[in-house]
């Protein structure tokens, strides 16, 4: 699979040049020419490996790029556990779940805030009245704080066991209570972001998934991603969890979080379906300096760690490196990345050059297992090895 948008990123010479289209499409790969990331990264994929066959996830699929190019590219496992499942390809489309929050939502703001329409520090009130509510300081909550996680809303709420309309969902989430004065502590929130999301829409007057798709994954050709994935597309997703609690079914090619499944699947916090190498593509964009969606100045205003409240890791719409972190020990301080609790993650080091996506279902078929938590940070540090010795 060749790595692109507008046919200008570098390619390694294990990558052929076919393609399926115009530029910046997916491109179609033998197996046999990615024989020589095997061994470079051998160390990296046993860990994946491992991980599979002790049941953490049942699959994989990552895509590294280094220096612009797309160094390793490859699918692991099957779509479930069974022998007999379809196996698991480097193209096949995953619930990116919060990763989401990232790709979609935060760029979004990226772009509204350079056309002027997004003023950081304005309340949010000012966008969607029914947030005053009879709390006063809910008039506080600015959309700096809803992007940092500091606007003092709870982490997640189930409303969807009582809201059963995407408009009943919103205005349970407009009138969720503060469990924190805004601006004064960090609370990663999907309630928060679920809120942003209705927000950049009455903004934009426009809903989220048909702006991100005109104005984002168009432009950087990302041509399999995106909210509610067609019907033709799902029999390869790999499915996340068997839902016998509230939708009855096996969850597979429909987003997996339930708020977000009652909003119709479009949702500012969870509901993008994509491929690695989509992933990486975005990735790749932001680490040229946001060309060509964004400007370099932005990317930097929004993924430079706040600082406020006191001691935090997030930046706007991003995390940062902590410790511990799952981003492993090796990226450097400016780097910055998002995880997706279906267990899919993105992570960025702009001084080396690096990103690394990690797309898995660790949450089939139920959410118990918690070992995606050791995976991750030592697959990252088993890639960073690689690349940081390879630039010695």
């Not at 408009?167 to 929130?189: F, H, N, R, V, W």
């Not at 048909?210 to 991603?225: D, H, N, V, W």
Request: with cysteine; net charge negative.
């Amino acid at each position: 699979m060749a790595l692109c948008y507008k046919g200008d990123i570098a390619r390694e010479p294990i990558v052929t040049q076919a393609s399926r289209g115009k530029a910046g499409s997916l491109a179609v790969v033998p197996e046999a020419a990615w024989d020589a990331q095997d061994d470079r990264f051998a160390e990296a994929f046993q860990i994946l490996q491992s991980a599979i066959a002790s049941k953490a996830f049942p699959a994989a699929a990552v895509a590294v790029t280094h220096e612009g190019k797309l160094v390793a590219y490859k699918g692991f496992g099957r779509l479930t556990y069974e022998a007999a499942s379809a196996e698991i390809h480097a193209n096949t489309i995953f619930d990116l779940a919060s990763l989401t929050k990232a790709v979609a939502t935060t760029t979004m703001s990226m772009l509204l805030y350079e056309r002027g329409e997004l003023d950081l520090e304005a309340p949010v009130c000012h966008v969607l009245p029914q947030m005053c509510g009879t709390d006063a300081r809910r008039r506080d909550i600015t959309f700096r704080m809803l992007l940092a996680h500091s606007s003092g809303l709870p982490g997640y709420v189930r409303l969807f066991d009582l809201a059963k309309t995407h408009d009943e969902l919103i205005a349970a989430a407009m009138d969720t209570p503060l469990i924190a004065k805004p601006g004064t502590q960090t609370e990663y929130s999907d309630i928060g972001f679920l809120i942003l999301g209705e927000a950049l829409a009455r903004i934009a007057d426009e809903p989220l998934d048909r702006f991100c798709q005109r104005e984002i994954f168009g432009p950087l050709a990302m041509s399999r991603t995106g909210f509610v994935p067609p019907q033709e597309w799902r029999k390869t997703i790999p499915p996340t969890e068997d839902d016998q609690s509230f939708r009855k079914r096996i969850i597979k090619g429909e987003v997996q979080d339930e708020n977000a499944s009652v909003m119709g699947g479009v949702a500012g916090h969870a509901g993008l379906f994509a491929p690695a190498e989509d992933v990486a593509t975005f990735a790749h964009s932001l680490l040229s300096g946001g060309r060509p969606v964004l400007r370099p100045g932005t990317v930097a205003l929004f993924t430079r760690r706040e600082e406020s409240p006191p001691g935090t890791s997030r930046t706007l719409g991003w995390d940062t490196p902590s410790r511990p972190s799952q981003s492993g020990t090796m990226f450097s301080p400016r780097s910055f990345g998002h995880l997706g609790y279906a267990g899919t993650s993105l992570w960025l080091d702009p001084e080396r050059e690096i990103s690394i996506t990690l797309l898995t279902s660790r949450t089939w078929p139920d959410r118990k297992s918690q070992a995606i938590k050791e995976v991750r940070p030592a697959y990252h540090d088993a890639i960073m090895k690689v690349l940081l010795e390879s630039g010695k």
